[in-house]
């Protein structure tokens, strides 16, 4: 790497400072938006490796550097556009991957739409 | 551009300068396979960013050592994983092509009952495709197949 900071706080211009921890152990380690459309792919990612597609809205991101446990926390989001309820939810959590569904209606049907977004919090392995 | 040395470099770090630093390459492979006769068929879809680093060399951990780890974690007492260092540690592989990316990703990331097997019996359960082979509907890989002969 061409350069290191060690710093146990980090201080705004106005005195404002807080520890370098909440930063660590606060940032998401692994995220990804994914289209769930047609041959689903990713839009965008960091610390992920694959997608697997299972079927409609279920889909599973393998992640390059694992967690360390499988208690990590995941943020979820979607863009379903029509009048159903629905939601993007956790399936499964694994340290080495996660499981989500993306559904609408009252029968939690699976559904592709365009944008799945999901970031995850916790420690690295 | 040349990668740094990264031995002993957290993995997390790599990843880092990877996204910075590469471009994004989308791999047309995709692997399809079977691990269950009461599921479809699943699509594995290569990460843009994950294969920029398969092809640049230095920056991923041999895939052994995701095979070490998933063996820690099949443990049933596993409550967290105690030797990650093996991701930071061991000597990042070399540039890779894409087809060797691709083996690598099916080790990785598909379940061994189907790629150390996926020749044997009536039929293969794993085929590596380009995308442009796969339907784009969904239909195809939710319904039944129809034995016409039947």
């Not at chain 1, 995220?31 to 889909?59: E, R, V, Y």
């Not at chain 2, 691990?35 to 920029?52: F, G, H, R, T, Y």
């Not at chain 2, 820690?72 to 093996?86: N, P, S, V």
């Not at chain 2, 691709?102 to 150390?116: G, N, R």
């Amino acid at each position: 790497m061409a350069g290191k900071i060690i710093a146990d706080t980090i201080e705004t211009g106005a005195g404002a400072n807080v520890s370098t921890s909440y930063v660590v152990n606060g940032s998401a380690k692994a995220w990804a938006n994914i289209n769930g459309t047609g041959t689903i792919a990713f839009s965008d990612s960091l610390n992920c490796a694959s997608l697997t597609d299972h079927s409609s809205g279920i889909f599973t991101t393998s992640f390059t550097n694992s967690m360390n446990n499988a208690s990590y926390s995941t943020a979820t989001a979607c863009n379903l556009n029509n009048a159903y309820s629905g939601d993007m939810i956790v399936d499964t959590h694994a340290t080495g991957s996660i499981k989500t569904k993306t559904y609408y209606g009252a029968s939690y049907a699976g559904t592709d739409v365009t944008i799945n977004c999901h970031s995850n919090f916790g420690d690295l392995a | 551009m040349n990668t740094p040395s990264f031995k002993g470099t957290h993995l997390w770090d790599r990843l880092c300068w990877a996204k910075e630093n590469l471009e994004p390459y989308q791999s047309d492979y995709r692997v399809v396979y079977e691990d269950s006769i009461d599921e479809c068929a699943k699509i594995l879809v290569p990460d843009p960013n994950w294969m920029a680093c398969a092809l640049q060399g230095g920056i991923l951990p041999p895939v052994w050592v995701y095979h070490e780890l998933a063996k820690d974690e099949a443990q049933e007492d596993f409550k967290k994983h105690t030797r990650g260092y093996l991701l930071h540690e061991t000597e990042p592989v070399g540039a890779m092509t894409e087809e060797e990316a691709i083996e690598y990703l099916i080790m990785k990331d598909c379940p061994d009952s189907v790629w150390k097997t996926y020749n044997e019996g009536n039929r293969p359960k794993m085929v590596i495709c380009t995308k442009q082979q796969l339907p784009q509907t969904r239909e195809w890989r939710n319904a039944w197949k129809i034995d016409v002969a039947a």
